[in-house]
């Protein structure tokens, strides 16, 4: 065991995931705790990435959690002290991935959950998710940043609904729990971590993770963190690069990359803070590197993520082709399943024209 200096809490067989560091979270009754089976995902070695950039490295698989993205790491832990302080509505503004998660937690829970999403922005496995799950689902004419500024107004004016987007600092206590995986799953801390960063809460949250197994007693040096943006979602990447002190706000961002299209994150000093501390650096990739990162990783280690996740593979390209010096071992955190984007699969795909049954022997054998 590496925690051999911390006394872990028993739970009862019925209760999985990351309810297994509950001595690390908030505290939450085991008859209030509203799980999925969240976490435990896998840590894939990606030989053929390794190969590539000559630097070991391994995939956080996210989207092997429940609803299939790191968001369920969170809401398990948000939508829990919902149920436990009786709270029976709650709201997010989503690009999709929130959405989904929300929504299969809150029927869980027998809670109300509202989404927003902005219209025409949301990958369709995403929304697909969000209504099959019962979500009161609510399209709206703006992006993702102006349905926050509505939410937040919401809750502030009226005081009648308990948001759970990722300045919910319990969302942020779930999604820690990565950092505990990791230095269990490598026996020992990573070099570095390279996470895609839309609302920047996920790698503030890492962060903090690794932050508390130091000060629980475990060895070992903290990593380095590397935040990847999409060119045209980039106010920190573009910060980083100009060495100024606050983000360059976008009101339209733009990329393939859905759920990473955020153009005020509200979780940037915390982001700004982790990366600073870590030594790391912000960088940002365009759609064409992001593009090409989600399909190395489908046909060369056959894994399907959706083009977030892509994100961290093209930073870790794009700094392996400017020489970058990187601790290893080097971990890409991974964030979703390639089936929250159907769609993102198919780009440059072609079944081609149906053939007669007996072609089909040609056609194998040449």
């Known amino acids: 065991m590496v925690y051999e200096k911390i006394e872990w809490e028993p739970i009862t067989s019925a209760l999985l995931g990351i309810w297994r560091y509950r001595r690390m979270l908030p505290p939450v009754g085991d008859g209030d705790i509203v799980s999925l089976g969240e976490g435990g995902t896998p840590l894939i070695n990606l030989d053929n990435v390794s190969k590539t950039v000559s630097i070991r490295t391994y995939g956080k698989f996210e989207g092997a959690n429940p609803t299939g993205s790191f968001k369920d790491r969170g809401m398990t832990v948000a939508i829990s002290l919902v149920k436990k302080n009786g709270i029976r509505k709650v709201v997010v503004a989503s690009t999709g991935n929130t959405a989904a998660s929300v929504a299969a937690y809150a029927a869980r829970a027998g809670v109300d959950a509202y989404v927003l999403l902005p219209y025409g922005k949301v990958a369709v496995g995403k929304l697909a998710q969000a209504l099959f799950h019962g979500a009161k689902t609510i399209a709206v004419k703006a992006n993702f940043d102006v349905a926050l500024q509505v939410i937040m107004r919401l809750v502030k004016e009226e005081k009648v609904v308990y948001p759970l987007n990722s300045f919910n600092q319990f969302r942020l206590e779930g999604q820690k729990t990565l950092a505990f995986e990791l230095y269990e799953q490598l026996g020992g801390m990573p070099g570095t971590v390279i996470v895609p960063v839309g609302n920047a809460g996920n790698i503030s949250a890492i962060w903090k993770g690794f932050k508390e197994l130091l000060d629980a007693g475990v060895e070992g040096e903290m990593p380095t963190m590397i935040g990847v943006q999409a060119e045209g979602a980039s106010p920190l990447a573009s910060m980083w690069e100009r060495g100024l002190e606050e983000p360059l706000f976008t009101d339209k ?6 759920a990473i299209r955020i153009g005020r994150p509200v979780n940037w000093p915390k982001a700004v803070r982790a990366v600073r501390e870590s030594g ?5 990739v365009s759609d ?4 090409k990162a989600h399909r190395f990783l489908a046909r060369n280690e056959g894994l399907g993520v959706e083009p977030a996740s892509a994100a961290s593979l093209a930073g870790l390209f794009k700094l392996s082709s400017q020489g970058a010096s ?4 080097v971990v890409l955190v991974l964030t979703g399943h390639s089936l929250k984007d159907p769609d993102s699969m198919m780009v440059g795909a072609n079944l081609g024209e149906p053939l007669e049954p007996e072609m089909v022997e040609k056609v194998i054998l040449g």
């Open 253 to 258: 961002p733009e990329t393939i990359a859905s």
């Open 280 to 284: 790391g650096r912000f960088i940002s």
């Open 288 to 291: 064409e590197e992001i593009a």
């Open 326 to 329: 990187l601790r290893e071992p």
